[in-house]
């Protein structure tokens, strides 16, 4: 059995890859590297969060609790959540 890699495929990572190329590269060559996945926790302030999920590379980020995974969170859907808490709420009567 060979070595274990574990890591984090983003979308990015695989658009890079050259057509010629599909047929033959394995998951593992194209994945970011654990060590280079911001790892959040599930109490994380969200603005510490945004600030890790900003880095170039992945702009994604693994939710872990005690060791384990909880879930995946990308830079998108937390500004998308940070953006809807900042509207002013609407009028009920307002609907438009």
Do not use: C
């Not at 059995?1 to 890591?7: F, K, L, P, Y």
């Not at 302030?45 to 170039?56: E, F, G, M, T």
């Not at 879930?71 to 509207?87: M, P, Q």
């Amino acid at each position: 059995m060979g070595a274990v890699r574990s890591g984090l495929l983003a979308f990015a990572s695989m658009a890079a890859v050259p057509r010629y190329e599909w047929d033959t590269r394995r998951v593992w060559e194209t994945m970011i590297p654990l060590d280079e996945v911001p790892l959040l926790t599930e109490d994380e302030k969200a603005v510490d969060a945004l600030a890790q999920l900003s880095a170039p590379r992945a702009n994604r980020g693994l939710v872990v609790d005690n060791g384990h995974l909880a879930g995946l969170l990308s830079i998108t859907e937390l500004a998308r959540a940070l953006e809807v808490g900042r509207r002013p709420a609407q009028a009920q009567g307002d609907r438009g």
